[in-house]
């Protein structure tokens, strides 16, 4: 029963929802319900201006690895490089977004967005410079409630323009783990302690991990630290946004 409750509970039965709607209606804002223009993907260019973006890719990456190396000194010996493109906050028309894309069922969006994402990258972290996309791995049960990883198809989007694999089969997320919102630093990495494994021999020696969103960064650094273990050589990062203290 336990199971069953895990898996099927309201909140999967308001994504289907969302998801039929999105089947129906594919051609409207996310945020705003507007319809959109002929090259407009997910959301308008109206709500697109209220997203708080950075204007460098460099001074993003600096942001985001302080904001790591602020809670977890051991970042900055996981993570050779990291960029973001946004910075989030609650009730912000980019929460809308990402609320899209984790519970709703929009991958398209997350593709879109993850093109957007590897052209922001590229002049940070350069193609040649990786061998991989890893998208950071959902648990098994989490994927049944959600059909699938946001992470995945960001990584998808930015493959297209990095022309690199997107590998899934490297690492796995072996413990089921309660969502991180509201959790203090240090129950954020107790919440992650050995939640992630590598599930292949041979690995890939520079891997891109690529997630939607940081906010201290225990998802990403347990994560790197169990590829690091495995023998990986260099772990960089690609988020979609860092969350900011309101």
Known sequence: MELRHCVFN????????????HFLFPAVCVVCGKLLMP????????????????TDARAAGYMLMHSIRSHFVMGDTLLSQASCHYRYSRHSPLQKVLHAMKYEGNYTLCRAFGRELGEWLSDVIPPESID????????????????????????????????????????????YTETQTGLSVSERRENLDAAFRTTAEAMPERILLVDDVVTTGATVVAAAGALKKAGVLAVSLAALALTVKE
């Open 10 to 21: 309201d909140s999967f039965y308001l994504t289907m929802s969302a998801r039929l709607f």
């Open 39 to 54: 090259r407009e993907q997910g959301c308008c260019g109206d709500c697109r201006e209220g997203f708080d973006g950075f």
């Open 132 to 175: 991989a996309l890893v998208p950071v791995p959902l648990h098994r049960l989490k994927l049944i409630e959600r059909s699938f990883n946001q992470a995945e198809k960001i990584a998808e989007g930015i493959a297209e323009t990095f022309r690199k694999p997107v590998r899934t089969d490297l690492i796995e997320r072996c413990r």
